[in-house]
């Protein structure tokens, strides 16, 4: 009796120090959500209006580009997948990993190799342990990502999508303001990780899609799947205004197109890593609000069961004494 007791009292004692650690963490991610909720709404607007200008100057201006053009026989896609450096967020990664097996299948029945480029440790162990190690593999930031962290993973994503459309057109010379870019992940500071296969030659991608996770709000978080390049005209329930602005450029329309491309692109990782980044915090709050509660419920369980087993053991050594009494008593009369 007196070893469950010990047994009960030392698993209560472990329980509550895991109860600790875990209220520490949703009050670290609940502080976190409103920072991220802001950031995100900051962000927002200059992602939606680089996006209708883009898709404006692309639709409306008669531009026959080949980095907006769809191609007929395209057979790679890239694809950026978002998840987080650490576990301990419910849903979050496996739902948005889910999402990407969704995306790859549908892309592979299609006819279509996908690259994966991952963000997140998540990501890059879930593929790597499947035998689909990404192409490149950004870590290290995922809960508060950077613009420079975006660039970096959108400059790997243009490289790619340049070099496919000078194979569809047979050009050799690519667009002066992607050929400069390099396909490197983030390096040095706030322990960004710099893997071997940035370093590789750029293999060229016919589309580039995201996967990511978007905050709806602090209880709704959906995985989401678009397609970044070859642009793709989004349907919104704003009223479409009647007459469209007609644009004129200097010096051409392809090289202002050129120029908004990898500004477009960039902006559109970084939105998805900002949602990705509230989506998050918001999963590991709530995840570690559940382990909490568990952690108490389990706690009064365990107590109950140590207050019966000691009273158990009262009552043993109660009857225990009486009977001795007793068996003394017997023995005196005799």
Same mark, same amino acid.
């Given at each position: 009796m007196a070893a469950q007791i010990r047994v009960l009292r030392r698993r209560i004692r472990s329980v509550t120090s895991t109860k600790k650690i875990t209220r520490a963490?949703?009050?670290?991610? &609940?502080?976190?959500? $409103?920072? &991220? %909720? %802001?950031? $995100? %709404?900051? &962000? /927002?607007?200059?992602?939606?209006?680089?996006?209708? $200008?883009?898709? =404006?100057? =692309?639709? /409306?201006?008669?531009?026959?580009?080949?980095? /907006?053009?769809?191609?007929?026989?395209a057979s790679r896609a890239a694809l950026l997948v978002i998840t987080s450096d650490r576990g301990l967020a419910g849903a979050y990664n496996s739902g948005a990993l889910r999402a990407s097996e969704e995306l790859v299948s549908r892309l592979r029945g299609e006819g279509k190799q996908v690259d994966l480029y991952a963000i997140g440790r998540k990501a890059v162990g879930f593929y790597t342990f499947r035998g689909r190690p990404p192409v490149a593999a950004y870590t290290g930031f995922s809960e508060q990502p950077t613009y420079a962290d975006a660039k970096h993973a959108a400059d790997a994503l243009i490289a790619a999508f340049v070099a496919g459309a000078e194979e569809a057109s047979g050009d050799d010379a690519a667009p002066a303001p992607a050929r400069e870019r390099d396909a490197q992940t983030s390096g040095g500071e706030g322990g960004r990780e710099e893997p071997a296969a940035a370093r590789e030659p750029v293999r060229p991608v016919d589309e580039i899609h995201l996967v990511y996770t978007e905050y709806v709000s602090a209880l709704t978080q959906r995985p989401r799947a678009v397609r970044v390049l070859p642009l793709v005209v989004e349907e919104s329930d704003e009223p479409r205004p009647a007459n469209l602005p007609s644009y004129e450029f200097e010096p051409s329309g392809e090289a202002v197109l050129e120029a908004l491309l990898p500004r477009y692109v960039e902006s559109r990782v970084y939105a998805a890593l900002l949602q990705s980044a509230a989506s998050e915090s918001a999963s590991r709050r709530r995840a570690m609000k559940a382990a909490t509660d568990n952690a108490d419920e389990l706690i009064k369980s365990l107590t109950r069961a140590a207050n019966a087993a000691r009273q158990a053991e009262i009552t043993q050594e109660i009857s225990e004494i009486v009977g001795g009494a007793d068996a003394l008593a017997a023995t005196a009369e005799s």
């Open positions: 963490m949703e009050l670290i991610a &609940a502080s976190r959500i $409103v920072k &991220a %909720q %802001q950031r $995100v %709404q900051a &962000a /927002t607007p200059y992602a939606e209006e680089i996006t209708r $200008v883009v898709t =404006a100057i =692309a639709s /409306t201006s008669g531009i026959d580009s080949p980095l /907006t053009r769809e191609r007929p026989d």
